[in-house]
């Protein structure tokens, strides 16, 4: 059933560099990266920026129908989860966060050259199979 399974690349950026891509994805040093993601028509989002926009969504139509809001706002709010997720970014396809593998593959393919370099320092390609993926600590869960 694997067949069935969407995928996402996720990359980490250097510092000056997740700076740059929050404030201002043109940013000519940026130049590599951006054109990768132009020629898949794919964009950045960083992790932390959509998790704060889920905990203020969440607060402004009420958190009771938001079943990660406890979770993600204890995560935002600690200064060492804080520094990992303003560095990591999820890679959006044609707006959507999740594809299919051909186009996950490809895109893992054209930027795994810029890991380890100024830009991005790590790359990951995550599934959706729930049994993959971490789920919030049972105190968090309703």
């Given at each position: 059933?694997?067949?069935?399974?969407q995928?996402?690349?996720?990359?980490?950026?250097?510092d000056?560099?997740?700076?740059?891509?929050?404030?201002?994805?043109?940013?000519?040093?940026l130049?590599?990266l951006?054109?990768?993601?132009?020629?898949?028509?794919?964009?950045?989002?960083?992790?932390f920026?959509?998790?704060?926009?889920?905990?203020?969504?969440?607060?402004?139509?009420g958190a009771?129908?938001y079943?990660?809001?406890?979770?993600?706002?204890?995560?935002?709010?600690?200064?060492?989860?804080?520094a990992?997720y303003?560095?990591?970014?999820?890679?959006?396809l044609d707006?959507?966060?999740?594809?299919?593998?051909k186009?996950?593959?490809a895109l893992?393919?054209?930027?795994?050259?810029?890991?380890?370099?100024?830009?991005?320092?790590?790359?990951?390609?995550?599934d959706?199979?729930?049994a993959?993926?971490?789920?919030?600590p049972?105190?968090?869960?309703?």
């Amino acid at each position: 059933m694997s067949s069935e399974w969407q995928y996402q690349i996720r990359i980490g950026l250097a510092d000056d560099a997740a700076r740059r891509a929050r404030r201002d994805p043109g940013d000519r040093s940026l130049k590599p990266l951006a054109d990768i993601l132009s020629a898949h028509h794919a964009t950045l989002k960083c992790q932390f920026d959509a998790f704060a926009e889920y905990v203020a969504e969440a607060e402004q139509r009420g958190a009771e129908n938001y079943p990660l809001y406890a979770w993600t706002k204890a995560t935002i709010e600690q200064p060492e989860k804080k520094a990992k997720y303003i560095k990591s970014f999820t890679v959006y396809l044609d707006g959507r966060d999740v594809y299919d593998r051909k186009a996950a593959d490809a895109l893992e393919a054209d930027l795994r050259p810029l890991v380890g370099g100024p830009l991005i320092t790590r790359l990951a390609k995550h599934d959706t199979n729930p049994a993959n993926n971490p789920q919030p600590p049972a105190r968090f869960r309703k």
